[in-house]
């Protein structure tokens, strides 16, 4: 079970060269596993999976799992070269977004004057699926479970098993006084946790810059908290601010440390393989 690191950086895609070790690439996960393809949020990461696929001369045939469907989670599927070709089979599932429905939220962000392809006329043999609240689904190898966050709009996070490897996926998650239930169930005893931690506990009190409650984020306290209560093997830090840069990302991976030792911060380019050790990644 290998995890494909294609995009780390939350609310805006923010390339440059003071963000050029982490990344500056939006949402995108790609995990692989005998075959298997599971890609997680389609952010402008996902440019790259389909890049990957295409030299790699296979047919796309994979599900693409969202967590809800907030521009940087999702403006990289028009961008997706095998949404281009006939023989290429996405299943896209995700929660329900609201009054529109996940399909008509896809053509929506696809339709004029916004792209020039318009959703109905792509050539792959895309589907759609809108899960229940905690309802989970077996996907080739994996199994997948769910459980609600706190983030504006539908958001869930994930849990992918395989082999027995486990994989959490908490991205755009708001942390509560104490530890969410939610994630604690789902992500016990899981090898890797990736936890989104876009503020410092600073920022997110206001006591650096506006306070950013109820901005629908966490910080890498509340992730190390997570990780503790739930025994899990390694926390990958996710979803960095898009104005922090390489070193601001280091310092957060510093400070979490001192809480929790096995914390790394995710970075474009990597491929974890959670049949190895994750506490080699930690002391690389």
């Known amino acids: 079970m290998k995890i494909h690191i294609h995009g780390v950086r939350g609310s805006i895609a923010s390339p440059g060269l003071e963000t050029a070790y982490f990344g500056g690439n939006t949402p995108c996960l790609e995990v692989v596993a005998d075959g298997t393809r599971l ?26 799992l969202f967590s809800h469907y907030h521009w940087d989670h999702l403006q990289g599927l028009p961008f997706f070269g095998p949404l281009y070709m006939a ?3 996405i299943a896209c599932i995700g929660p329900r977004p609201g009054v529109l429905g996940l399909r008509d ?7 004029p004057p916004f792209f020039p392809v318009p959703f109905d006329s792509l ?3 895309l589907t759609t699926r809108e899960l229940r609240l905690r309802e989970g689904f077996v996907q080739g190898g994996f199994t997948v479970k769910s459980a609600p966050t706190n983030h504006p709009d539908p958001c869930f996070a994930y849990r992918i098993e395989h082999g027995g490897r486990s994989l959490v996926y908490a991205t755009d998650t708001e942390h509560y006084d104490c530890v969410d239930p939610e994630l604690l169930r789902l992500a016990r005893g899981a090898d890797l946790l990736v936890y989104d931690a876009q503020y410092l506990p600073e920022e997110y009190a206001g006591q650096k810059g506006p306070a950013r409650t109820g901005w629908g984020h966490s910080t890498y306290e ?48 990597e491929v974890l393989d959670l049949a190895a050790p994750l506490v080699d990644r930690v002391a690389a």
């Open 39 to 64: 890609v997680l949020d389609a952010g402008s990461g996902l440019r790259n999976v389909g890049d990957r696929i295409l030299a790699e001369g296979k047919v796309a045939d994979f599900t693409l």
């Open 123 to 125: 050539p792959s043999q």
């Open 87 to 89: 023989a290429s089979r």
């Open 222 to 269: 509340a992730g190390a908290r997570l990780a503790q209560a739930a025994g899990v093997g390694a926390l990958g830090l996710f979803h960095h601010d898009p104005r922090r840069n390489d070193d601001g990302v280091r310092e957060i991976e510093a400070r979490a440390r001192e809480l929790f030792p096995a914390t790394f911060a995710l970075r474009e380019g």
């Open 105 to 111: 939220s896809l053509r929506q962000q696809m339709a």
